[in-house]
Nanobody
Framework: VQLQASGGGLVQAGDSLRLSCAASGRTFSDYVMGWFRQAPGKERELVAA????????YYADSVRGRFTISRDNAKKMVYLQMGSLKPEDTAIYYC????????????????WGKGTQVTVSS
C-alpha cells in the first residue's frame, strides 16, 4: 500500500483544516487507517484511527471532539477533519495503514506515507 498525505498548511488558532490521504496498491478496505503526528522534539503519537468499515474510531484525548476521521473505501481515501485548531496541534501529520486498531494504538502500522506539515499560529 502506498500512501500520500496532503492538505497541510499554515492556519491560525481556531481555524479548521482537512487532511487527505490517498492510498494505492493492495486492497485499501482491508486495513485500519490511522493519522499520526510528530511535533519537534516529541515522539510520534496516534491522533485518530478508523476501522476498515468505518464503524469504529479512536481518538487521542487531546483531539477528541475537535477532530473527525473518516474514510471512503471506494475512493481509497482517508480524511482528518481538524477543527478548533490550537498551536499545540502543530506537527507533521502522517497517515498509516495497519491490520488492527490495536496496531494503530501501539503505533505498529505496516505502511506509512510521507507527512504533511500543519502549523497553527497563535
Amino acid at each position: 500500500v502506498q500512501l500520500q498525505a496532503s492538505g497541510g498548511g499554515l492556519v491560525q488558532a481556531g481555524d479548521s483544516l482537512r487532511l487527505s490521504c490517498a492510498a494505492s496498491g493492495r486492497t485499501f478496505s482491508d486495513y485500519v487507517m490511522g493519522w499520526f503526528r510528530q511535533a519537534p522534539g516529541k515522539e510520534r503519537e496516534l491522533v485518530a484511527a478508523i476501522s476498515w468499515s468505518g464503524g469504529s474510531t479512536y481518538y487521542a484525548d487531546s483531539v477528541r471532539g475537535r477532530f473527525t476521521i473518516s474514510r471512503d473505501n471506494a475512493k481509497k481515501m482517508v480524511y482528518l477533519q481538524m477543527g478548533s485548531l490550537k498551536p499545540e496541534d502543530t506537527a507533521i501529520y502522517y497517515c498509516a495503514a495497519g491490520n488492527t486498531m490495536g496496531a494503530a494504538i501501539s503505533g505498529a502500522m505496516d505502511y506509512w506515507g510521507k507527512g504533511t506539515q500543519v502549523t497553527v499560529s497563535s
